[in-house]
């Protein structure tokens, strides 16, 4: 089951009428809080501060057309990115951002159309975020892996154990101690790493 947070918005635009538009379209029981900026430098400023979920770009912007800030953002944040370019340019646009991953929507546009685009925007997010959390789990799990097999190795070399025998003290000694037996392994490697 996905985790159902309303994600958070950051809404960049040169004008309160873009902003008023865009916030119309974004229901606050499914999106918030929203955020505004007003051109590209503010972002690196605010996404410190308070990084989001997603950014919506309506290009162009007073320092930058908007392209460049989108590559930009979602190069250096896991964020989703969504630009609102003029039709004429659209096509153009479109082809410079999307290997980056970049969601565009061409204006005008109905609020609906706005809506159905975040709420993909966000669904995408959400999945990322739980494989993100999953390959973070996995990459835990194979340092433990290894810490383990580290203590073994030095049991086997140092002790004479065998490689069943090295498995089973640990498992003792973890159980013994009330620990996990990463935190024996651990041990085991500082007090001959120390010896030596």
């Not at 119309?24 to 929203?34: E, H, R, T």
């Not at 392209?67 to 410079?96: C, H, P, R, S, W």
Request: proline share 4%; charged share 20%; net charge negative.
């Amino acid at each position: 089951m996905l985790n159902r947070e309303t994600p958070s918005v950051l809404v960049v635009s040169q004008t309160d009428k873009a902003f008023g538009f865009i916030t119309n379209a974004l229901p606050s029981d499914q999106f918030g809080p929203i955020l505004s900026a007003h051109s590209a430098g503010e972002i690196s400023r605010m996404m410190i501060n308070q990084p989001v979920d997603i950014v919506i770009i309506n290009t162009p912007l007073k320092d930058d057309f908007g392209t460049e800030l989108a590559v930009n953002l979602t190069q250096q944040y896991n964020i989703g990115v969504l630009m609102l370019i003029k039709a004429d340019v659209y096509e153009q646009v479109t082809f410079e951002v999307e290997d980056y991953g970049v969601l565009t929507l061409s204006r005008p546009c109905t609020v609906h159309d706005m809506y159905q685009a975040l709420k993909l925007l966000a669904a995408t997010q959400a999945r990322l975020k739980v494989m993100e959390q999953k390959a973070s789990s996995l990459e835990q799990k194979m340092a433990e892996i290894r810490l383990i097999n580290r203590a073994k190795g030095i049991l086997m070399e140092r002790m004479n154990m065998t490689e069943p025998e090295a498995h089973r003290h640990l498992e003792k000694a973890a159980m013994d101690m009330g620990v996990k037996k990463t935190v024996v392994a651990s041990n085991i490697i500082q007090s001959y790493e120390n010896d030596t």
